[in-house]
């Protein structure tokens, strides 16, 4: 059955195309007998407007680009839920990318974004100077960006994520006070979140008087392939372990690396907490069910997901900007669950 157009609707009520079309929008320009008419009809004959043709005459897609290292990792995908929740209720369209923590996958994600016309770009950025220099660009070019979790980067622009610095010196400090001195730091590269998370260890250490100790500072590379980082962490945490002075605990700085270490520290014969207290990041919501029982910090996910469509909408739904709201660096309050693993 051919699709009913405007003109079809004009061409059979004996009207102009633009009375129709006002009459369609609900225009004061139009009586409203005229446009009860029109309406009815238009509704019986299955009328449907051509949403993407307005768009496109305002300059618009109504698509929001998302760009996470991996849906797979519980925290993106809770902050994707999120996102979700607040936009199921619009007209906004996602567009998720995984970057793999690849910077130039991350920046052909971000060209194609563009093509595409993209309205707004929600990213957990690799930190790769090329990539952060396109994402200004995108901004000059009046294009909102909202940095989600990996927020240290100098870009003028909304940023939601938590305190990294507070909850690593928290979790460190409930290991130091259960009598662990010699505690094994293990991060991922990415300069977003790792570098005020090292910062946190280091000087919770300083300030309980414990010397640091350079070989339990380990830094992971993670944008390769599964195996290759647990088979890297299996050989460290086995020289380490091994060592004059093994660590009597660990603090893995990000949901991947939590579980990988589990996951290493089983494989090589390490019991937690028997032999290795543990405490890490961990998104995964059924952490109580690991044996023993994971201790973590979890993040307020969902919230940074959907904080971060409220402000988009706030903007994109006022074309002028008059009520944007003013750049910040918005930081939620993460929770620290000490169960079993750290004892």
């Given at each position: 059955m051919k699709r009913i157009t405007i003109k079809d609707?004009?061409?059979?009520?004996?009207?102009?195309?633009g009375t129709v079309s006002k009459a369609l929008s609900d225009s004061h320009e139009i009586s409203p007998v005229t446009k009860v008419e029109i309406?009815?009809?238009?509704?019986?004959?299955?009328?449907?407007?051509?949403?993407?043709?307005?768009?496109?005459?305002?300059?618009?897609?109504?698509?929001?680009?998302?760009?996470?290292?991996?849906?797979?990792n519980p925290f993106f995908s809770q902050i994707l839920e999120?996102?979700?929740?607040?936009?199921?209720?619009?007209?906004?369209?996602?567009?998720?990318?995984?970057?793999?923590?690849?910077?130039?996958?991350?920046l052909k994600h971000l060209?194609?974004?563009?093509?595409?016309?993209?309205?707004?770009?929600?990213?957990?950025?690799?930190?790769?100077?090329t990539s952060l220099r396109y994402l200004?660009?995108?901004?000059?070019?009046g294009i909102p960006i909202v940095l989600i979790d990996r927020t240290n980067y100098d870009i003028n622009t909304y940023k939601i994520g938590i305190d990294n610095f507070k909850v690593v010196y928290q979790g460190i400090s409930q290991l130091i006070n259960r009598g662990k001195r010699k505690i094994l730091f293990i991060s991922n590269l990415s300069p977003?979140?790792?570098?005020?998370?090292?910062?946190?260890?280091?000087?919770?250490?300083?300030?309980?008087?414990?010397?640091?100790?350079?070989?339990?500072?380990?830094?992971i590379g993670t944008n390769r392939r599964r195996n290759d980082v647990l088979d890297e962490l299996k050989k460290h945490l086995t020289q380490l372990v091994n060592s004059n002075i093994p660590p009597e605990a660990i603090f893995t700085a990000s949901d991947q690396l939590t579980y990988l270490t589990l996951e290493a520290l089983h494989a090589i014969g390490i019991a937690v907490p028997d032999r290795m207290a543990l405490i890490g990041f961990a998104n995964f919501q059924y952490s109580n069910i690991f044996q023993p029982s994971l201790s973590s910090i979890v993040q307020p996910s969902r919230e940074i997901?959907?904080?971060?469509?409220?402000?988009?909408?706030?903007?994109?739904?006022?074309?002028?900007?008059a009520i944007?709201?003013?750049?910040?660096?918005?930081?939620?309050?993460?929770?620290?669950?000490?169960?079993?693993?750290?004892?």
């Open positions: 609707i004009a061409k059979a009520l004996g009207y102009s195309i309406q009815k009809f238009a509704n019986e004959q299955g009328y449907q407007s051509n949403q993407y043709a307005k768009l496109l005459r305002k300059g618009r897609t109504n698509i929001i680009g998302m760009i996470v290292p991996s849906i797979g999120g996102i979700e929740r607040e936009m199921s209720e619009t007209t906004y369209n996602l567009i998720i990318m995984q970057s793999v923590d690849d910077p130039q996958l991350e060209e194609m974004l563009s093509k595409k016309g993209a309205d707004a770009v929600v990213i957990a950025a690799t930190g790769n100077n200004q660009r995108l901004k000059d070019e977003g979140t790792s570098t005020e998370r090292r910062r946190g260890y280091i000087q919770c250490l300083r300030d309980f008087d414990i010397a640091f100790n350079s070989n339990y500072l380990l830094s997901g959907s904080q971060a469509f409220t402000i988009l909408h706030k903007i994109l739904e006022n074309s002028d900007n944007a709201p003013p750049y910040q660096n918005i930081e939620l309050q993460a929770s620290i669950l000490t169960r079993k693993s750290s004892e």
